[in-house]
Structures are given as C-alpha cells and as structure tokens.
C-alpha cells in the first residue's frame, strides 16, 4: 500500500474522516508508535499543534522531537526533499508547519513515511479535524447544521470548509469583497460534497447559524498586510454579542486560536457561555491521536 498524507482534509474520503473522528472521541488509545518516533518541524510558532501532537504521540507509545525550520535549513541547509527523506530513516511519521504550502507538498512527494501538514499558507487541516470532532460532540451530529465563519478565507476556513462539506454541513463565509475564496477554492470545496457560500454581510452569514467561526484577520507570515487588512475587516466582522444572537439560541462560538480581542472577536463572546474554545482545544489532542492511528494503520 503507498503512504497516505495528510495536507488537506481531503485526503480523507467522508467515510474516513467520520472513522477517524468517532476513533478520535472514545477508544482507549493503542499503542501503534511504540518504540517510533515523530518528527515534528516548526517554521512559525505554535502553542496547541506542538503540544498536542506531542502528546498524542505519547498517548500512543511513541516519541516526539520537535525542531525549528532554522535547525534544519529547509532549501538553505538542505532541500525539503533530503530532509523528508532523512526524518523517514528515523520517525514514523513527519510533521511540518511552514509558510509555503509548496514545501509540504514537496516534503510529502519524497517521503516514505507519512507528512502531515501542521498548517501551511493554504491550509490547515489538524485545526479543522478537532473543529468538527467539537461540533460533532455539542450537537450529536455534524450532518445539516450551518456553520458562519465571519473574517478571512484562510489556511483555518478553507480546511474547515472542506471538512464541513465532507460531513455535509452548510459552510457559509463572510467577508468583504477584495477578500474571497478562488475559483479553485470554490471548486475543492464543492468537491467535497456542499458548495460554499460567501455573502459580504456578516449578519446575514450568521442568521440561523449553529457555528459562529472567526480566525485572525493577518495570519502568520502576512505581517506586511496587516494595516490593510486590518482596515478592511474592522467596524463590521468582529464576532460580537449583537451577532451571536442573530444565530440559534443554542449556537455556539468557535476560535482556533490565539485570537486578537477586540479585532476579530470581543472579549465577551471568547471568554462568554457560548463559547466552545478551549473544548476545541482540547480536541486538538484527540483529533492527532485519531490521524495518527489512520495513517499508522493504512500504509
Ligand atoms: N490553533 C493552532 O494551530 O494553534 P497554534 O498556532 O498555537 O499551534
Ligand atoms: N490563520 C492563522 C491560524 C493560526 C493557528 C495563521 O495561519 O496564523
């Protein structure tokens, strides 16, 4: 059987994300990286992904060793290529977080063990694994609901549509109009079984929604645009009280975070009763083990 990866959410099939999602809620964690070890790779700062994937390694009986890009060299040191292939003598698995989604891909093409994209410019598919296990645990089902992502079509929305579509969930994105998804964008998300829908009003996103989503308005590596962007989104996509009630009354609120309060978020909805914060966080550690099990198992 060839390695499976994982990049994109995609690279799971819908049956294969629900398996891996209802593995990653309740089964006892067995022991598949016993005696292995997962390499770990940071181009950019991490919290939640360093940890939890360093402890779900643990779960399962393996060891983690976690590195900076500088350590390495990626394409300075050493090519992409070579450092795949020289993690793949020693680790079951390689991890890497980096700002050109190219160089996973790369990574990924050269390895012989599975690659795991920890988040890239494009995507970031361990944040939405644990996003949907969060939803999937406070509503019973991710089939049918509407999740409204108010703020930037980034690396966090696109994964989170695409897996939102896999398990047959309404994904709809508000943001203002220099600011959208593409056409391929659009296309792999329709791919993935529910087309996307993107509105320039945030209200109206939110209307009748069970998730209220927001993510940073200048992600990692977009420093430069900051002003910009910030000036573009300020004034009427911060997720407020005055939004969440225009949702269900039972919507909840979801932040892969950091987040930045007062930009795109209050301080009332992240710290308030709707917010689902820190079980996604949580979730991000039981979402790992569940990959990690799939693709130790599938190759
Ligand atoms: N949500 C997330 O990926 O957090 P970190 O950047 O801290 O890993
Ligand atoms: N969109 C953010 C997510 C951080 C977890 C970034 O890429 O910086």
Known sequence: MSVRHFLEVDDLNAGELAQILTASSGSPPTQVLKGLGVALLFEKPSA?????MEIAVVQLGGHPVSITGDEVGIDQR???EDIARTLGCYHAAIGARVYHHTVVERMAAASPVPVINLLSDRAHPLQALADLLTIQQVFGEIDGRRIAYVGDPNNVARSLAIGAGLMGAEFIIASPGGYRFDSSDLNRIAKSGRAAQ????P???VDGAHVIYTD???SMGQESEAEEKRSAFAGSYTVDDRLMRRATPDAIF???LPAHVGWEVTEEVLH???SRIWLQAENRMHAARGLLTFLLRHQ
């Open 48 to 52: 939640r992904t360093r940890h939890s």
């Open 78 to 80: 050493e090519s992409a």
């Open 198 to 201: 993107q509105v320039e009003d």
């Open 203 to 205: 209200g109206r996103a």
């Open 216 to 218: 940073v308005w200048v």
């Open 254 to 256: 979801m932040h892969c």
């Open 272 to 274: 308030g009763p709707s």
